[in-house]
């Protein structure tokens, strides 16, 4: 195996836990889209980065999906070796890697961009696709941000559902409205005739 140090072949090199990468991959599936129309929204997009100096933060994969609708990116501990970019299939890999027995994962990429996912005896090598061609979201930070419990957001979205529009010929309408007001959020939904209004209590994060 490729040691990934400066001069040789390897753009990205990186170990991580298998369990957080699974429940990462798992995540990030129900947002890739298997359209055959749109086969680069089957991928997901992976970055690896180098973090500081000492052994309990060497470094982070920032992982993302995205369907043009929606867009969501996780963050993992890994051991980075050599950070870089790469893209490739989720469904792919969550299937080779479920019943690998390991407990680490050596992510690799070389430069005829093939990604060879390891662990113990056991090898894959996938395709990635170009990085320029996936669609990426800014990484500028949300102009606020707060931190809302799980269940107080699903049932902020299922209070606020039955009053949206389901006719996609008013897409304004289609979606919840999402405000906050003084450390409250506000979740609204109209479809034009009901109209749904929900508040939550959040604790407002520092930017």
Request: charged share 25%; net charge positive.
């Amino acid at each position: 195996m490729q040691s990934g140090k400066k001069g040789d072949n390897t753009m990205l090199h990186t170990h991580v836990e298998k369990a957080k990468l699974l429940r990462a991959l798992r995540v990030l599936k129900g947002i890739t889209d298997n359209n055959a129309s749109k086969p680069i929204l089957a991928h997901v997009l992976i970055e690896a980065r180098p973090g500081k100096p000492v052994p309990e933060s060497s470094g982070t994969l920032k992982l993302m999906a995205t369907d043009y609708e929606r867009t969501v990116s996780l963050v993992i501990d890994a051991e980075v070796t050599e950070p870089g970019v790469m893209v490739f299939r989720c469904a792919s890999a969550i299937k080779v890697l479920s019943p690998w027995p390991s407990k680490t994962i050596t992510i690799t990429q070389n430069d005829q961009n093939w990604a060879r996912l390891s662990a113990g005896d056991a090898s894959a090598r996938f395709p990635l696709l170009d990085v320029e061609l996936y669609p990426r979201m800014s990484d500028e930070p949300p102009p606020s941000r707060f931190l809302i419990k799980p269940a107080d957001m699903q049932r902020a979205i299922g209070l606020c559902l039955p009053c949206v529009q389901k006719n996609e010929t008013r897409m304004n309408l289609t979606g919840v409205m999402l405000r906050l007001d003084q450390g409250v959020s506000v979740w609204t939904a109209t479809d034009g005739h009901r109209l749904a209004k929900v508040r939550k209590p959040v604790e407002l994060a520092m930017p």
